[in-house]
């Protein structure tokens, strides 16, 4: 069969995309922002990509046409599709019809954290040597892809609560039909589709409603807003987890009533023990940073547990987990300077990860640069969060792109911190260049291309430090 996706380079679509190549499929796919780690992962699998939504694409003559859901009404392609007599669907319903109706699904679902969360589930999965199938919003370092079908019944999917195409406005996750269900968290966003977060949580609500009773669901102990949907009725086990503050060994202080417990022993949880049901199961000692990831491990080996993964297997499993990539990605370092690529675009995200940093490098200089390119910043949703997100920061660049619905410099006025916005690439290198300094940590926040920026930061960084050399 040959299968036609549009809008292919989307973390999803092009996961989705991967796996329907897997299974023998001939896919080929157009979208309007090419742009790496995607693009270069669908090229070396030979997946055939069309640069921008020209409808004489259609003469390709495909089978079935997966439409991404960033594709709308008024689209050339899309208009030429729904005129043509092509089959289409949804890439949420052709996963489930396709991969996942004989599955054992494990869905991480929550605003934050899906992608990594998804990402540790996956590799516990691999080391207890259960090979998994999976399909994840970004390429984490301990696998070659972001998808992949696996060699047994068990199936680890990102579950995002973004709608499902034009024409199915029901939220992805509710096509997966998870047994092992993770709620990370849950906060406003996508204020494009979702009027507030009453809306979001209905959403969560409909997901909760297709976990079979044989099955679980992982939550972050008191977390109100996630609370409050399981309160709207839960038919299935509920485990909690939850971050003691204590780093004396011995001393519970975790929060009653949670099954999973993370004991810290280094404040920038770069080293905590892993507890199960007031058990020490093992010390995870990784490379990762920020109670956020400490958070992540514990719902991820709570949900491997489901499925039959000891807690101490998940412990050491942890302690081998590389990370995503563009999740606090270090691209490069450079005379005591470390560039980081991080896909943060939500105030909690951003402060979570910069809190990590800061305790992970005490007093070294923090400059983060951040394009706000989420439809819910374009519309100013979060703006009054965002100079507070940055207080571990010593310095932030805002970046204004011409399609903001509003100015960022009033975040720029308002920060806590020094900082600038900047409505150019080239003037934000250059005011890049006047702040750097020996042992200093640049943090790229963007769930974009962000124009190249990336590159051409860590030139600018080799050029100051060649004329401060001399």
Known sequence: MHIHILGICGTFMGSLALLARSLGHRVTGCDANVYPPMSTQLEQSGIELIQGFDPEQLKLEPDLVIVGNAMSRGNPVVEALLDSNLPYTSGPQWLREHVLQDKWVLAVAGTHGKTTTSSMLAWILE???????????????????????????????????????FFDKRSKFVHYRARTLTLNNLEYDHADIFPDLAAIQRQFHHVVRTVPQNGLIVVPQNNPALDEVLAQGCWTPVTRVALSESIEPGVDDGEPGSDWLARPLKSDGSRFELWHQGQMSGTVDWSMTGDHNVYNALAAAAAAHNVGVAPEVSAEALSSFEGVKRRME?????????????????????????????????????????EPRSNTMRLGMHKKELGQACINADFVMWYEPAAMNWSMQVVADDSPVPAVCEDSIEDMLDTLGKHLEQDCHIVIMSNGSFGGIHALVVDKVKQVLQEQLG
């Open 127 to 165: 080391y207890a040597g259960m090979s998994p199938g999976f399909l994840i919003g970004g390429i984490p370092k301990n696998f070659t892809e972001s998808a992949r079908l696996g060699e047994t019944p068990f199936f680890v999917v990102e579950a995002d609560e973004y709608d499902s195409a």
């Open 330 to 370: 270090c691209i490069a370092t450079m005379g005591g300077v470390k560039v980081y690529d991080d896909f943060a675009h939500h105030p909690s995200a951003i402060q979570s990860t910069l809190a990590g940093l800061r305790r992970q490098v005490g007093e070294q200089k923090i400059i983060a640069m951040i």
